[in-house]
């Protein structure tokens, strides 16, 4: 898992790389000057809406932000203590992120674990934006313009992400999925 620590030090060579101070990204992603001194020291986890925020902010895809690329290989390897890990806003839900940073604003995948009554909520995607949501284990509930669609373990749900949507765990056991992010 990537730790606050982690991620700080990367968002701290982006902010400098484009000249920015504390005040000016603070301005530009509405994240507290505070917090994101915080972050940069790896005092504070980020929310899943800080780092994209941050990533708005710089320009970046979420990954790209928070992704941690070694040296090219034939065949790369990430171990599982390196894989960047956000929380959703209300915590109850693990986002792990799966796919590297070069292929931001392509193609983006992630493992969720939900704990019970957690909701994973999201802004409108770019235009023509589709999310692949395949239930690994338990039940999941997919919010999308007032329609709401149940997807059991083993279902794969695919939807336009163009408007504002969420995933909830709207049950009382754990859920996990994969999640892919097709622009």
Same mark, same amino acid.
């Given at each position: 898992m990537s730790s606050a620590r982690d991620?700080?030090?990367?968002?701290?060579r982006l902010r400098k790389e484009r000249r920015m101070t504390l005040d000016d990204l603070a301005r530009?992603?509405?994240?507290?000057?505070?917090m994101l001194s915080q972050v940069e020291r790896g005092q504070a986890n980020p929310t899943l809406a800080t780092v994209?925020?941050?990533?708005?902010?710089?320009? %970046?895809?979420?990954?790209? +932000?928070?992704d941690q690329v070694g040296p090219e290989r034939a065949i790369q390897v990430s171990p /599982?203590?390196?894989i960047p890990e956000m929380r959703s806003d209300d915590g109850g839900c693990v986002i792990r992120v799966l796919s590297p940073g070069d292929s931001v604003g392509r193609l983006e995948w992630y493992?969720?674990?939900?704990?019970?009554?957690s909701v994973l909520a999201s802004e409108a995607h770019a235009r023509?934006?589709?999310?692949?949501?395949? %239930?690994?284990?338990?039940? +999941?509930?997919?919010?999308?313009?007032g329609h709401h669609q149940?997807?059991?373990?083993? /279902?794969?749900a695919r939807?336009?992400?163009?408007?504002?949507?969420?995933?909830?765990?709207?049950?009382?056991?754990?859920a996990r999925a994969l999640l892919i992010v097709a622009f």
């Open positions: 991620i700080g030090p990367h968002i701290q530009a992603s509405g994240v507290s000057r505070s994209w925020a941050l990533a708005d902010a710089f320009g %970046v895809g979420v990954s790209e +932000l928070i /599982a203590a390196q493992e969720l674990a939900f704990q019970p009554g023509g934006s589709r999310e692949h949501l395949t %239930v690994l284990d338990g039940t +999941l509930t997919v919010h999308l313009e149940q997807v059991g373990a083993g /279902a794969t939807y336009p992400v163009d408007s504002a949507h969420a995933i909830e765990n709207a049950t009382d056991r754990p």
